[in-house]
């Protein structure tokens, strides 16, 4: 793919939905399969693709001799829940350095897609392969440490990361737990759809507020009435009343994130529905309770400051710290969102690398 192509592609998106030639989710999934690549082995490096359970799985495995079990991190990858893949030219990369910089096994997952698949099937893909993963014939079979597995991923991918993690630790089937959780840019609540970021972010670049509730809203269900009522903050039930406690920016924002901004309660009851998953943490992380939160693992949580997302991860960091759970928090202040899906071919974005670097360096000084 060339530049111009990759980055005029929302808005030729937007445009062949308007005129009714193609939605938009399916046109950039059609430009990103353009980037997949194959499970290309080098000389530090073997790749291959295979599945855990049903779920497919590209393996990253270390060539060089080891003496003890090493490392290992999964990986999700983002994409608004609608499109991409661990074949994607970036998330290979990222997947193959990693690998490479932390001489651990990686495993980069893919999950079932929206619409053609709503939520819980992205979660259950999720949960499968990682409690696949962590059983100890399969830990053995890969020469993996059983105390060193962490999780990570990026915007969606984040989102999936941490509602396994906060699955996975208080699950009494899994044996191992895991000893960390990444959060790159993760978009964690879909409570309030006004939060500081929202209004300061609307017209992001890459992902724009609307953009946002389209791909979050096709991740619940087709229907146009969720992204209709989230425009306008009026999605949720009267019945999710209590968990807006966790979603409350006036409390979990720091002033400089706040601003000047006022807060305003959504409006509930409006909708002219009730959709019981927009109150579970299985997809909206950050709705968890902090009985729940208490048991996660050390937290890395990167966030951006001209990203719509950004209060979500901000506000995470709030919560798990008040539970007391060790977070360290990367703030970019010219970071976007997504920027680690441009740090290949042809844009090789700066920003990008500068994350990767970011995240790769506290793994290995954590895992």
């Known amino acids: 793919m060339r530049a111009a192509p990759v980055l005029a592609a929302p808005v030729s998106a937007l445009c062949l939905e308007n005129v009714g030639v193609m939605r938009y989710e399916e046109f950039i999934s059609m430009i990103i399969s353009l980037d997949y690549?194959?499970?290309?082995?080098?000389?530090?490096?073997?790749?291959?693709?295979?599945?855990?359970?049903?779920?497919?799985?590209?393996?990253?495995?270390?060539?060089?001799?080891?003496?003890?079990?090493?490392?290992?991190?999964?990986?999700?990858?983002?994409?608004?829940?609608?499109?991409?893949?661990?074949?994607?030219?970036?998330?290979?990369?990222?997947?193959?350095?990693?690998?490479?910089?932390?001489?651990?096994?990686?495993?980069?997952?893919?999950?079932?897609?929206?619409?053609?698949?709503?939520?819980?099937a992205q979660f259950e893909d999720g949960i499968t392969a990682v409690k696949y993963f962590l059983q100890d014939e399969i830990l053995r079979k890969y020469g993996v440490d059983p105390t060193r597995v962490a999780i990570s991923g990026d915007s969606s991918g984040g989102t999936l990361a941490a509602a396994v993690t906060?699955?996975?630790?208080?699950?009494?089937?899994?044996?191992?737990?895991?000893?960390?959780?990444?959060?790159l840019y993760p978009g964690l609540q879909v409570i309030d759809t006004s939060l500081p970021s929202h209004r300061d972010n609307e017209h992001g670049v890459v992902l724009t507020r609307d953009i946002a509730i389209k791909l979050v809203s096709l991740f619940f269900t087709k229907d146009e009435a969720l992204p209709q009522a989230m425009r306008k903050n009026q999605h949720m039930p009267v019945e999710s009343r209590h968990l807006f406690q966790f979603v409350n920016w006036s409390t979990l924002l720091p002033d400089?994130?706040?601003?000047?901004?006022?807060?305003?309660?959504p409006v509930l009851g409006k909708s002219a529905y009730s959709l019981p998953a927009l109150m579970d943490p299985r997809a909206l992380p950050l709705l968890a309770d902090d009985a729940r939160l208490q048991h996660l693992p050390r937290?890395?949580?990167?966030?951006?400051?001209?990203?719509?997302?950004?209060?979500?991860?901000?506000?995470?960091?709030?919560?798990?710290?008040?539970?007391?759970?060790?977070?360290?928090?990367?703030?970019?202040?010219?970071?976007?969102?997504?920027?680690?899906?441009?740090?290949?071919?042809?844009?090789y974005l700066q920003?990008?690398?500068?994350?990767?670097?970011?995240?790769?360096?506290?793994?290995?000084k954590n895992l």
């Open 37 to 120: 690549t194959q499970p290309l082995s080098d000389e530090h490096v073997t790749v291959t693709d295979t599945a855990f359970v049903n779920v497919p799985v590209r393996l990253y495995i270390p060539r060089r001799t080891s003496e003890a079990p090493r490392r290992a991190v999964i990986y999700f990858h983002g994409g608004g829940f609608c499109f991409g893949s661990f074949k994607q030219r970036a998330f290979d990369f990222l997947n193959r350095w990693t690998a490479n910089k932390l001489d651990a096994v990686v495993v980069g997952m893919d999950y079932r897609l929206a619409p053609q698949h709503h939520f819980p």
């Open 351 to 364: 920003l990008g690398l500068r994350i990767k670097d970011m995240y790769v360096s506290w793994m290995d």
């Open 299 to 347: 937290t890395y949580i990167l966030t951006c400051q001209y990203d719509v997302l950004r209060d979500d991860g901000i506000m995470y960091v709030s919560r798990l710290q008040n539970v007391g759970v060790p977070v360290s928090h990367d703030h970019v202040e010219d970071g976007i969102h997504g920027a680690l899906s441009y740090m290949t071919s042809p844009l």
């Open 166 to 183: 906060q699955q996975v630790q208080i699950d009494p089937e899994v044996k191992h737990k895991l000893k960390l959780q990444a959060l």
């Open 256 to 265: 400089k994130y706040r601003k000047d901004h006022e807060y305003t309660e």
